[in-house]
């Protein structure tokens, strides 16, 4: 009976009861000795020793089943971080590979553009020469066209010169132009002097002939190719007296023989009757553009003269 009370009263007695009822069993007999207070005892003081060493053998599992399970807890997580840490480390080689990569992209890309640039400035270059040359050139060419032209008029002089060297000296007198067979004089030099539009017109008629009508385009293309001809060397921009003046009662300009003017080559903003005189006189110009030739002059201003008048023949 006191065993059972022992071992209903300790906590481990149910584990200590299984373990050691064989024993509980022997020592029953044991118990029923005379001296059973004795051996009572006795059995009673293994018991708690068995006990207490029972529970230091629990405790002891116990930790040691703790103690594995923190040390798998561990190494699983040990585990797990190695694992992050070489994929982590797979990663960073991948993102280094393909920093490479991208600075290999960049260097050659770099290159590139740099031999880019070097073409295009090779080319600019080349550019430029070509616009220089092109310069060049085009001043060549207008420098020909010049000569060309030069030319050109220096030739229409000489041919229209050639009726008074074959046969001029029957036709018109020395010192005039046979154009298309029309006598003309050019008071180039001072010989004939500036002379007002009347006394101009008196000389003509003094020596056979009047001031000069120009009433086809012809003739005053003909008359300005004379003009820039023999005035090429010279700076002189003198006026030459022509037969065309103007009527204010009629407000009309009228030639020598009283037609009137149907086509002018007038210069820009003439006819102008601002010239202080009642009767504005026209003068001819040496002017490349011969459509704009003609000025509106006083007739009392002096300015040189060109007269024509019919060739005469010599039996």
């Known amino acids: ?13 149910g584990l200590n009861t299984l373990i050691y009822q064989e024993d509980l069993e022997d020592n029953e007999q044991y118990l029923s000795h005379p001296n059973s207070n004795q051996n009572r005892q006795q059995v009673s003081m293994f018991n708690v020793a068995s006990g207490r060493h029972s529970r230091l053998v629990v405790v002891s599992l116990a930790l040691l089943a703790a103690v594995l399970l923190i040390v798998d807890i561990s190494l699983g997580v040990h585990y797990n971080k190695l694992t992050d840490n070489h994929l982590t480390i797979d990663d960073t080689e991948h993102i280094e590979n393909e920093m490479n ?11 590139t553009m740099k031999g880019a640039k070097k073409q295009l400035d090779s080319e600019m270059s080349r550019q430029t020469l070509t616009n220089w040359e092109l310069q060049h050139q085009t001043k060549r060419q207008d420098k020909n066209v010049a000569q060309i032209d030069q030319l050109t008029q220096s030739i229409a002089s000489m041919k229209s ?8 000296c029957r ?7 046979s154009i298309n067979s029309v006598c003309y004089f050019f008071a180039f030099s001072n010989f004939a002097g500036s002379r007002t539009w009347q006394k101009a017109r ?10 000069v009508v120009i009433d086809s385009k012809d003739k ?14 010279s700076a002189s921009t003198d006026g030459f007296w022509i037969g065309l003046r103007y009527f204010p009662e009629e407000e009309s300009w009228k030639w020598l023989d009283g037609t009137a003017l149907v086509e002018g080559y007038w210069n820009d903003g003439e006819p102008n009757d601002s010239s202080g005189d009642r009767e504005p006189c026209a003068a001819v ?8 030739a003609w000025s509106s002059v006083g007739c009392g201003l002096k300015k040189k003269l060109i007269c024509e008048k019919a060739p005469t023949s010599i039996n």
Not at 220 to 233: D, F, P
Not at 285 to 292: A, G, H, I, L, T
Request: glycine fraction near 8%; include cysteine; charged fraction near 20%.
């Open 171 to 177: 036709h018109c007198p020395p010192g005039w132009f």
């Open 202 to 211: 008196e000389y003509c008629q003094m020596h056979g002939g009047d001031l």
């Open 101 to 111: 990569k991208l600075q290999d992209t960049y260097k050659t890309a770099i290159e």
């Open 1 to 13: 009976m006191e065993i059972n009370e022992n071992s209903g009263c300790n906590s481990d007695g």
């Open 285 to 292: 110009y040496p002017r490349e553009n011969f459509f704009e």
């Open 161 to 168: 010169r050639l009726p008074m060297i074959n046969d001029g």
């Open 220 to 233: 005053e293309n003909s008359t300005i190719n004379v003009l820039l001809t023999n005035n090429a060397n």
